[in-house]
T-cell receptor, first 113, second 112 residues
Framework: KQEVTQIPAALSVPEGENLVLNCSFTDSAIYNLQWFRQDPGKGLTSLLLIQSSQREQTSGRLNASLDKSSGRSTLYIAASQPGDSATYLCAVVPSGNTGKLIFGQGTTLQVKP | KAGVTQTPRYLIKTRGQQVTLSCSPISGHRSVSWYQQTPGQGLQFLFEYFSETQRNKGNFPGRFSGRQFSNSRSEMNVSTLELGDSALYLC???????????FGPGTRLTVT
């Protein structure tokens, strides 16, 4: 059974700091991995999607990497800003069951001015 | 292009009642998935529809059901509501299974 874990559960950093969020999954048979952002009481905003054959994806100040064999992904946020404060969720799509996202519990990030 | 829309945004129901939630996907998207989000369990997959057919189902009781129409709009129904059904229900659409999923704002259901 695929399980997704995100560490740490919460993180507080000063503005301008570079930071890394971690995501691990137990079964390497994945179709892709997606990172989302969720603001309190809101829906999810897709940040980056990495196909299983890719090693990383970049969008602006965000960079996500994927090491499928070790069951790990990281989301790197450069030069953090207060507007980055949110909960960040990673989710995997299992191979052979591509309509389903399996989520981690998320990392709640606070960026202090 | 308009995003995923969900109606209603908020609902308050009483135990034992039933409820229907609606989701309109992004134009051209044929896959619609539903998720339940609670503080204790996080985000859990309910089901996925593609071309009016349920393709995947999560581990939820039969009280949770759904359907998809020919225009890809989807509805989910929860019968005989329980207090534990209080949650944020999120709908996501994608061009096809396994493609990037885009989420709606959710429907906040409170069962009293």
């Amino acid at each position: 059974k695929q399980e997704v874990t995100q560490i740490p559960a919460a993180l507080s950093v000063p503005e301008g700091e570079n930071l890394v969020l971690n995501c691990s999954f137990t079964d390497s048979a994945i179709y892709n991995l997606q990172w989302f952002r969720q603001d309190p009481g809101k829906g999810l905003t897709s940040l980056l999607l990495i196909q299983s054959s890719q090693r990383e994806q970049t969008s602006g100040r965000l960079n996500a990497s994927l090491d499928k064999s070790s069951g790990r992904s990281t989301l790197y946020i450069a030069a953090s800003q207060p507007g980055d404060s949110a909960t960040y969720l990673c989710a995997v799509v299992p191979s052979g069951n591509t309509g389903k996202l399996i989520f981690g519990q998320g990392t709640t990030l606070q960026v202090k001015p | 292009k308009a995003g995923v829309t969900q109606t209603p945004r908020y609902l308050i129901k009483t135990r034992g009642q039933q409820v229907t939630l609606s989701c309109s996907p992004i134009s051209g998207h044929r896959s619609v998935s539903w998720y339940q989000q609670t503080p204790g369990q996080g985000l859990q997959f309910l089901f996925e529809y593609f071309s009016e057919t349920q393709r995947n189902k999560g581990n939820f009781p039969g009280r949770f059901s759904g359907r998809q129409f020919s225009n890809s709009r989807s509805e989910m129904n929860v019968s005989t509501l329980e207090l534990g059904d209080s949650a944020l229900y999120l709908c996501a659409s994608s061009l096809a299974s396994g493609w990037e999923q885009y989420f709606g704002p959710g429907t906040r259901l409170t069962v009293t």
